[in-house]
């Protein structure tokens, strides 16, 4: 697979785990990919933290509506049913356990559901925005990541760069496997055929419990 | 009614060391317009209280470029390489909230609270040097009201009483702001002689001065 099949082939799993009615919102990036692969039997709510549910597409040209944009400040279209609110009110939504699911991206998350996606000290201070928020008050917290970064591991036994949330994480969903964190670590529920478990565990540094994991189911 | 200042009137209304709420979200919602004068007026060593850095050309990153930011409260600078430049050469101090707690911190503040309690930022860098307090076996970060001289706000439509709709998403942290400051100047894009009651998003009681967009 190359990069952008990489990235469909997660948001593709990662779509699986979304129900009829959820409200959901997805960060920036590979995340945003999961609105493409959703059933057609399934509807769901999108938030932007910005403010609004019922997040559309990207208007089509000469439909640009600068007042709709998303939290990437990027021009968006409200779909039928879709309204606005403040940001007070947005993170409501969002610390008081209204959002079913997040899926976000990750610098580094680990086998206790701790995360690391908003600095790399001395490089990258973007700084967190929502994403501190979402992690904590989500119900689910899904991490769509490619399992390595440049070979090295993204998935580790303890994060090293300064986290966005402790012991938050639910579910991390790579182009490897679908892990699922519990109280007694990381397992691995589901893996790729196209590799080996042993390819699989040479590539985390976190400590994977296998125990008769599926095969992930590649298409419906 | 509310008084209606020309632009040019702005210089009276900021002074050096100012601490100014911003409205709008990646500059959606920023009262472009009010921002532009404030680079005219030159006014320096604001701290500017925004969700975010805008971008360079864009918003509150328009202040930043212009040097005019001593210390800079947000959420996100990710889209103003300029903030991160400033930020790390030591030449702009730089405060990182979560995005709930800047809002509910600047209700809070509004509202005449004095604190809250919120989960984010529990077992994180935001917790330094904050109280955590344990209710009901969860742990809680004790967050302040965040307060400032002047709100400067962008309104879709203002009536002659200064009651304020914010279309669609340039809401955002205009009507919060609009309660947590001793002055709210809102910058409006359409002003009309009546707003229908039930549309009003910041009722005129919290407006001082309303400018009218120069088309």
Known sequence: MDKVQIKNFIAARVAKELKDGDLVNLGIGLPTLVGNFLPSNVHINLQSENGLVGLGPSPKEGEVDPDITNAGGQVVTLLEGGMYFDSALSFAIIRGGHVDVTVLGCLQVDQTGSLASWIIPGKMVPGMGGAMDLVTGAKKVIIATTHTNRGLPKILKECSLPLTAKNQVNMIITEMGVMEVKSDGLHLIEYNPAYTIEEIVKATDATLIINNPKEMELEE | ?215
């Open chain 2, 1 to 215: 009614m509310k008084e209606i200042i020309k632009l040019t009137a702005l210089k009276d209304h900021v002074f050096d060391g100012m601490r100014i709420m911003v409205g709008g979200f990646m500059a959606v919602g920023t009262p472009e317009q009010i921002i532009d004068e404030l680079v005219k007026i030159k006014v320096k060593d604001l701290t500017i209280i925004c969700n975010d850095a805008g971008f360079a050309d864009l918003g509150v990153g328009k202040l930043i470029a212009a040097g005019q930011v001593k210390k800079l409260i947000a959420s996100h600078i990710g889209l103003n390489p300029e903030a991160g430049r400033l930020m790390s050469e030591g030449l702009m101090e730089c405060v990182l909230v979560p995005q709930g707690t800047l809002a509910e911190q600047i209700r809070a503040g509004g509202a005449g609270l004095g604190g809250f309690l919120t989960p984010t930022g529990i077992g994180t860098v935001v917790e330094e040097g904050k109280q955590v307090i344990n209710i009901n076996d969860k742990d809680y970060l004790l967050e302040l009201p965040l307060r400032a001289d002047l709100a400067l706000l962008y309104g879709t439509t203002v009536d002659k009483y200064g009651n304020t709709n914010y279309t669609k998403t340039t809401r955002n942290f205009n009507p919060i702001m609009a309660t947590a400051t001793d002055k709210v100047i809102v910058l409006a894009r359409e002003m009309v002689d009546k707003i229908d009651p039930d549309n009003v998003m910041t009722p005129h009681i919290f407006v001082d001065y309303v400018i009218k967009e120069e088309k």
